[in-house]
T-cell receptor, first 114, second 113 residues
Framework: DGGITQSPKYLFRKEGQNVTLSCEQNLNHDAMYWYRQDPGQGLRLIYYSQIVNDFQKGDIAEGYSVSREKKESFPLTVTSAQKNPTAFYLC?????????????FGQGTRLTVV | GDSVTQMEGPVTLSEEAFLTINCTYTATGYPSLFWYVQYPGEGLQLLLKATKADDKGSNKGFEATYRKETTSFHLEKGSVQVSDSAVYFCALSYTGANSKLTFGKGITLSVRP
């Protein structure tokens, strides 16, 4: 079955550590996105990529980094520079630059700083 | 910049009640509009969409009409069920280089038996 897979589902990080969240899709989608979800804040865009080897900052990119070396994969690294990393992280993909196309979401990764 | 505003929540209804969730948007162009739903502990799923003014999106008994004159995309359902309990997000996006989705803050709906 085609879909988008995030791992792990739960992640614990010590302060000062970098962690990487995985996102893989087998939908042959060109565009991929990372969102952060906090209670009462909705979804905020961290980074997005519309093609391999290219990505753009979203609204809250500070303290995060991404790579897009393969079409299927768009990992997100939460660095120690991110002041408040505890949140629910959602990865999504879509066919590309068609604004009417549906975005497919993964099940999310809940990151907790301990 | 573009933005999406949803009514404040949470909303609690009895089963079979009528549902309206308000959504208005501010946009510099002519976006497509979406409603996404998030069930507990899961990612988001597309509920319905409309790509141009006066279009009506519908799915699973939910409907929303793209109203350009009032910049609105209100979600309605005639008779809600307990299984509709979830978080609902309104969103917009464009065709082309700026295809990222912009979301509202979401609203939690609880339906009691």
């Amino acid at each position: 079955d085609g879909g988008i897979t995030q791992s792990p589902k739960y992640l614990f990080r010590k302060e000062g550590q970098n962690v990487t969240l995985s996102c893989e899709q087998n939908l042959n989608h060109d565009a991929m996105y990372w969102y952060r979800q906090d209670p009462g804040q909705g979804l905020r865009l961290i980074y997005y990529s519309q093609i391999v080897n290219d990505f753009q900052k979203g609204d809250i990119a500070e303290g995060y980094s991404v790579s897009r070396e393969k079409k299927e994969s768009f990992p997100l690294t939460v660095t120690s520079a991110q002041k408040n990393p505890t949140a629910f992280y959602l990865c999504a993909s879509s066919r590309g630059t068609g604004g009417h196309t549906e975005a497919f979401f993964g099940q999310g990764t809940r990151l907790t700083v301990v | 910049g573009d933005s999406v505003t949803q009514m404040e929540g949470p909303v609690t209804l009895s089963e079979e009640a009528f549902l309206t969730i308000n959504c208005t948007y501010t946009a510099t162009g002519y976006p497509s509009l979406f409603w996404y739903v998030q069930y507990p502990g899961e990612g988001l799923q597309l509920l319905l969409k409309a790509t141009k003014a006066d279009d009506k999106g519908s799915n699973k008994g939910f409907e929303a009409t793209y109203r350009k004159e009032t910049t609105s995309f209100h979600l309605e359902k005639g008779s809600v069920q307990v299984s509709d309990s979830a978080v609902y997000f309104c969103a917009l996006s464009y065709t082309g280089a700026n295809s990222k989705l912009t979301f509202g803050k979401g609203i939690t709906l609880s339906v009691r038996p």
